[in-house]
């Protein structure tokens, strides 16, 4: 087997989560912007006779996206484990992969993304959890401010690299890796 079992179940199951991560931040920036909700509200409230303040219409439009938002810290709690079972398999795994100095230079540079998505996603855990639960850390709220920036900054690198990603490896399938894809399924070679 190429990809034991347990890998291919982690690899699609961080995909999935990542995925995930991915669709609830678009859906913030977009059809759930408090900015662009609290005026919908506004000029359809004031249609119909009601006036209400821009502060009142931005509690409004954050109360909509709340049960969204719920899903970026239960797909991070996720993440969090997935992290954790990668770490595991770094150890415990029985995949046969090729030992990076047996790889073409176009592989290696491959795999040195994998670290950099690897290094990105435990960085956007800890800081995630850390914005999550900053006053149990005994966080200040400026600091947990500053956390944050940096992990909507750092969000660039995971939304640039999913669709190389998906992409690199649909050209490789067509190229000269035949049965890429599916050897993340089905664990052949
Ligand atoms: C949905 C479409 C996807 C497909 C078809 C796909 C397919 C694959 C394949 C075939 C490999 C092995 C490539 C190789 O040998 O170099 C791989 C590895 C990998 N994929 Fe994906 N993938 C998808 C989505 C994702 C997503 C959304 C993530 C999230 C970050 C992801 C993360 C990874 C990582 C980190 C590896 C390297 C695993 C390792 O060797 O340590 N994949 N993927
Ligand atoms: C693929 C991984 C992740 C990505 C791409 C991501 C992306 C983002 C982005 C872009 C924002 C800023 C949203 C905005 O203000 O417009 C954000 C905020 C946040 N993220 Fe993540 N995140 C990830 C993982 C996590 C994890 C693992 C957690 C931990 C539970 C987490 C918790 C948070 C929290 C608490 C906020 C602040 C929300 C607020 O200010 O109300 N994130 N994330």
Not at 4 to 28: M, P
């Amino acid at each position: 087997m190429k990809y034991s079992i347990q890998f291919r179940i982690w690899h699609w199951l961080h995909a999935t989560v990542v995925l995930g991560l991915l669709g609830t931040v678009l859906l913030r920036k977009t059809f759930l912007s408090w900015r662009t909700n609290s005026e919908i509200l506004m000029t359809k409230l004031s249609e119909i006779s009601i006036e209400i303040t821009a502060e009142q219409a931005k509690v409004l439009a954050k109360a909509v996206r709340a049960g969204m938002w719920e899903w970026h810290i239960i797909l991070g709690y996720a993440l969090a484990f997935l992290i954790i079972f990668r770490i595991y398999l770094y150890f415990f795994d029985t995949s046969k992969k090729e030992s990076f100095s047996s790889l073409t230079l176009h592989k290696k540079a491959v795999h040195l993304s994998y670290y950099i998505i690897y290094a990105t996603l435990l960085f956007m855990a800890a800081s995630g959890l850390s914005i999550y639960f900053y006053q149990d850390l005994g966080l200040l709220k400026e600091t947990a401010h500053d956390i944050k920036e940096i992990h909507e900054f750092t969000f660039n690198i995971v939304m640039y690299f999913v669709p190389l990603h998906i992409i690199g490896v649909i050209v490789a399938e067509n190229k000269d890796e035949k049965g890429l894809i599916s050897s993340m399924i089905n664990g052949k070679e």
